[in-house]
């Protein structure tokens, strides 16, 4: 009950010099002597109650429960093992095509990182790469896989593109652009065959210059695609800044076609913004034959998803490529 009125009267709007300010607070609690028997571990307790409610979006209270210390622990343990996952080798990217929704033909791959590690098996990139990020780990990992991605690709048809995911703390990385530039000669490829990845996120941390460093990647020739579109908090005031090439939009709204009716007004409305704006469109996580008879109905002209393949090895990709055609059919 302290917690909430605390909570209550600090976000009670503040005149000042005739503005209204606003401000939020979140609470963490816990209680000794059952959540820590010294003032160090009720503190450190408490605060593992305070992280949980800034990560639920903060104004709100939460009590320490004996499940964040072993969050905590878990996430501790991972990142140990994560800082080593370079040096031994335990990370593979897998390739997911992306094909011409008229033809099935593919028309690239998509990079998307792997970690396999003797502890904690396959652990999924949704889950390291948060982590990836917060340990700054993240940097030296993402230059492992474009210079992996960039390599592969040269061993594709030179029609067939590689797209690679690329998070805000690699844009804002001094060296981002030199390691990149260094990739693609490293490993020979044409920049017009590479494709960069970044999601809405990059217009959170404006004023680090993410944005901008965008400019001169596409000045380099290489081609940005706006991931996960639709999911992000931006505004759409971006698409007129950014020198996009193609969006992408999230599995959010395909998932549910054609049973939801408004992902499929969604979906159709960014198809028809996308292509009024010049760019292309890709449509991600499509499963079922419905989903693609409606994304051709609509004119969407790529799409990505297990209807035509999961995300496969390296090996497969090749395999893939010689037999070409994908699904088409619905
Ligand atoms: P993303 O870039 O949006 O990648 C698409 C995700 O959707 C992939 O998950 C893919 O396996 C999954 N997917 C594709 N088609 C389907 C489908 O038909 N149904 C369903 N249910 N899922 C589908 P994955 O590989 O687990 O990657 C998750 C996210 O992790 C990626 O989302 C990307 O944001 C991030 N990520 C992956 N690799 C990298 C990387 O090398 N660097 C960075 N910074 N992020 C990465
Ligand atoms: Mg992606
Ligand atoms: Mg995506």
Redesign the pocket.
Known sequence: TLGDKIIETLSRPYEVDQHTLYIGASVGTAIGPRDGRTVEMLMRSADLALYRSKDQGGGSHSQYEPKLHVHAEERRVMEIALRKALENDEFS??Y?PVVSADSGGVVGF?????WNNPEFGIV???KF?PLAEDARL?VP??EW?MRTACKEAMKWPSAVKVA????AD?LNDPEFLNMVVSALQDSDLPAHRLEI?V?ESIFMSEGTGAAGKLDEVIAMGINLSL??FGTGYSSLSYLKRLPVDTL?I??EFI?DIPDSESDMQITSAIINLAQNLGFKVVA????TAEQLAFLKANQCELA????FS??IPAHKAMILLESQQLRSRA
């Open positions: 990217l897998n997911q998509e990079a998307l990182l792997r999924s990139p949704a790469v993240i990992i993402g896989v690679v995911n690329v998070s690699q990845e999601t991931d996960d992408k999230d599995r998932k991600e996580g499509v499963e990505q998803g297990f209807y999961k995300p």
